[in-house]
């Protein structure tokens, strides 16, 4: 704030003043019902999935000078402050110069004299927070919460016109912000020091091994070290409905910029027109709320267009040419928005930063051009289809999507021109004038221009000689459905009349943090000095897993440092249950209704349940998460099996902080330098002599070929019989696992343009000596009483594109190493022709024929109308019965987003053939009197 010598020396008179003066209140007669205040907040205690995260709250002064001290309990609730009647008719008067507010105070000393102490009392909260009462407990109000609840939008137009509900759980967030924006606190693993040395500390257990060697102490009892520096840069925040995330983190953009020298405040979201409407709706609504004393001498505050820049208009003094440039202190700082783009702040010196993330699309039913001149409703399109670009060129659709929003019709006035359609607000229209300028606007930007510029543009087709261009009027919907995909290309496709729209690219959230990340740091982001908030909408999350804001959360957990202190994005997942301040589940202090919160929350659930709509289910629960996992629920338009069971799953596998598969690939002991050249590998008779036998050796996590979750005991590995007067092996385990094989094909290609990939998978019979109640009582769940199977799903999954000849050595050792068989799709040639070159034919299964009760003749089996149902059929049961208890992330994610065609879904493909193998099992009874097992006679060699 700009004021002159006369007014900073009275309120420096002020604070001496009141500082002397304290008045000391007698004791309150409620003080004995009241409550010891919090000493910690804790965030995720009992969450699966994530740290728990313990802050330590500031203690808090002498009760007496807390507010609400007098009252009774139930009396004790947040009350929001109010101006003073002359400050309040002196903000009224909304003088674009800030000086001019304080020049008036100047004039007039002696009529604000009494005012001066509130100023510095709120000053004193917005950089220090706020004590008061509530319900006989004395509660710290952080300061971003303080400057949000009492000034944010101040009149609000935004919420009409009302403050902003206080809600004990918002607190709680802000705290937890505060905290990652302040502290210099980290938690490690181990301690390890040398006489004479200071203790270093570190969570790496290669870290660990190294130093041992060399001769250090090393300590293992966890410790929480200050660094001296910064070590968080911000949070990864999951948003529930209505949760008011966006207009807090935007509060706290506006205080870090309009109160530090220098500081820029950056905002991205989906599209540039998105954050436009976010900085001219959140951020400059929200500014102007700002009582004349919080602000800082702006150049712009009446109509920023891009930027709003706290540093002084050019104001010359004098006249003619003896005219001086007024120097003035100033701020220097500003607040803008950047477009989606990936490197947009790269370079920037960014304070603060908020990325907020939106989804575009149609609503259901809206039919969709394809490629080929078909037509597709939205809610059909799969990723790998082709759609109809504005060019004539095809649009590939890479992903898809499905989320809640406002939805709108969009009807074309001119008549027979073209058909009635509907998107969501954040759908990105294409229209274009007369003279063929193109707009692409947000349409919830668009209803926020003016007529003048409405009538000018108006939608338009391509590949139509009738009226190309066409007005249209918006005719608000519901909170309903979207349906949506991200494709190639331009972002232009067309609907079914050949209407013209656009399609936003996906933007790699965690690409973009990261490059971000270097803009509010230094030092290789060694030292810290800027502070964001991730904010992600979960029903904006696509289909399937892996995606880069569940990666970016998967970086983020609070106890996983590098030596620096910091975790790999450098920031922190911070998650509060919906159950926590739900909508109308608030009492009166402030207070979430849990229990009714959740009652209310799990019988929507249940009632999409009960209908088996787990469209509806998923999405709801992303919407309304009462588990860090519900976040990552994955939805797919075109699902085949239980989407429930599914997206249920991978959210936990996604989530699950404990490794459930070990990576690595199979070897052969004795000889590492084959190269997978057929003639240099170990032959049949070096198997079978014991001679060599194969190994699985652990890799790192960009280096592998297999993801295992069983590991046969030693003794059960590399186990087979030998069938002397017919030269024939049969495998030792046959009865424990099944192997589905589907080989890569050279000349084909996914929906993505690359290659495809070859596929493998073994499955875990069902074994009643391991999964039993009476055998392993503590695989019985205490909550529901339901056993916990750890046979029947697959325990080992192979997704790559490596050599042939390497594709299927490595699906060959593995049948070795577990001693079974492999089921081999044989449209492509490859394994079926290596296992017969390699001499290993036995280890391939031959399928029963239903007619005539006998093996056929040739192992494996093409992949027929008729083994794609059966494939689908084994699956769908899978899912149904054991899909919850599986650990494999890959084959879920495909079951989510498989079509029809199989095409993309190579592993899908593979894992059928093992369930079909599973389901043919039947017990092999042989009687061969010169049978032996060679195992017995050939000495195996130890090797270490």
Known sequence: MKKSKKVTKKITQTRITETLNKVKRNKSIYEDEYLPADEEVIFHEGLEGLDVIKIRLPRPPD?????????PPLEQKFRYTELPPKLASLNAKNYLDVEDFWKEIEEDMDYFEDELPFILREWDRRKFGHWVFIKGKPTWIPPWQYMYLNYYGFINEIDGGKHPEYRDRDRKLFVGRW???TTTEAPFKFKYWKEDEAPRYTSSEETVRKV?????????????????????????????????????CTNQGIEISSRMHKALFGLQSMTEDKAQELFEKQIIYGYKGYPFFFRPISENIVDPKRTMNFKPALKKSGTGNNKKLRIIKAL?????????????????????????????CLIKWTPVLMYDGSVKYVQDVVKGDELMGDDDEPRIVTSTRIGKQMTYDITPTEENWGIKWGCNESHILSLKNDKGVVLNISLISYLGMSDTIKSQFKLYKAHSEEKRLSGFTVQKREFDFYYGFTITGNSLFLLGDHTV????????????????????????????????????TAGDLKTGGGSAAKRLAQLSHWGKRNDNGQTGSGFINLFIPSDEGLENQVDEWGFSKKEAARDSILNTWKAFEDAQDWTSLNEEMRQTPLEWKHNFITNSKQARFNIHIIGNQIAFLSTYDKPLTIKGRFAWRNNSTHGYDIKKLPTRQDFLSGKDEVVFIPQDDDDYDWEISWMPDKTQTNKFTYLQDENKIIPGNVNKATHGIDPFKYKEKTSSGAGSLGGGAIFRLFDGAVDSP??????????????????????ATYLKRPSSNEFCEQQLMADLFFGIKAYVETNVTDAYKWYKER???DYMFFAIDIKTGEENKVAGSDTTTKIINAIFNAWADHISFNGSREVHIQPLEQCAEIDDSMNDYDLFTACGYALIQAGAMRPIEIEVPDMFDASDIFQFEEIS
């Not at 009760?63 to 009252?71: C, P, Q, S």
């Not at 200050?226 to 840069?233: E, G, I, N, P």
């Not at 695989?779 to 916990?788: R, V």
């Open 212 to 248: 041992e060697k060399k001769g250090y102490t090393v300590e293992r009892n966890g410790y929480m070290v200050d660094m001296k520096v910064r070590t968080v840069m911000g949070t990864v925040e999951y948003k529930c409905r209505r949760s008011g995330y966006t207009s807090q």
């Open 63 to 71: 009760l007496r000078k807390i507010e609400g001290y007098d009252l």
């Open 179 to 181: 905290y990652a924006a």
């Open 332 to 360: 220097y700082s500003e607040m803008t928005y950047g477009s989606s783009t990936v490197g947009y702040f790269d370079g920037s010196k960014l304070k603060y930063w908020l990325s907020d993330e939106f989804a575009k």
């Open 839 to 841: 001499g290993f034919e």
């Open 774 to 795: 009476y055998v392993n009582p503590q695989g019985i769940n205490p909550e529901t009483g339901d056993f916990n199977h750890v046979t029947n799903r697959f325990c």
């Open 501 to 536: 729209t656009h399609n936003t690219k996906e933007i790699d959230v965690l690409e973009r943090t990261l490059v971000v990340r270097k803009a509010m740091s230094t030092g290789n982001n060694a030292l810290i000095q800027g502070y964001s908030n991730q904010i992600s």
